[in-house]
Nanobody, 121 residues
Framework: VQLQAFGGGLVQAGDSLRLSCGAS????????MGWFRQAPGKDREFLAA????????LYADSMKGRFTISRDNAKNTVYLQMNSLKPEDTAVYYC???????????????WGQGTELTVSS
């Protein structure tokens, strides 16, 4: 399965933005999905994950209340709604899929090309 994250861009601090992750080759319904990001000079950071059922979710503590993960299996798409964006949210955002549901990037088998987000102050 090939994943592609999109929806990034240049926004201002305080704005909201929704990222999307689509797939080709196989339906996302088979996979738990996660969102990660990597800022320049930093390690990849877990943001959120969602089970195949679209109900069970997992968040990084620092993202709770500001970021929301969801999925629409009928549209084969996973979303990351981001609110109250801050300059420190500037990063490349990646979606990932796999059979397991975890904060660890190691459990995800499939990774999309990232989408870059820049938040200006």
């Amino acid at each position: 399965v090939q994943l592609q994250a999109f929806g990034g861009g240049l926004v201002q601090a305080g704005d909201s933005l929704r990222l999307s992750c689509g797939a080709s080759g196989r339906t996302l319904n088979f996979y738990s999905m996660g969102w990660f990001r990597q800022a320049p000079g930093k390690d990849r950071e877990f943001l959120a994950a969602i089970l195949r059922n679209g109900i069970n979710t997992l968040y990084a503590d620092s993202m709770k209340g500001r970021f929301t993960i969801s999925r629409d299996n009928a549209k084969n798409t996973v979303y990351l709604q981001m609110n109250s964006l801050k300059p420190e949210d500037t990063a490349v955002y990646y979606c990932a899929g796999g059979p397991l549901y975890s904060r660890s990037s190691a459990v995800y088998d499939y990774w999309g090309q990232g989408t870059e987000l820049t938040v200006s102050s």
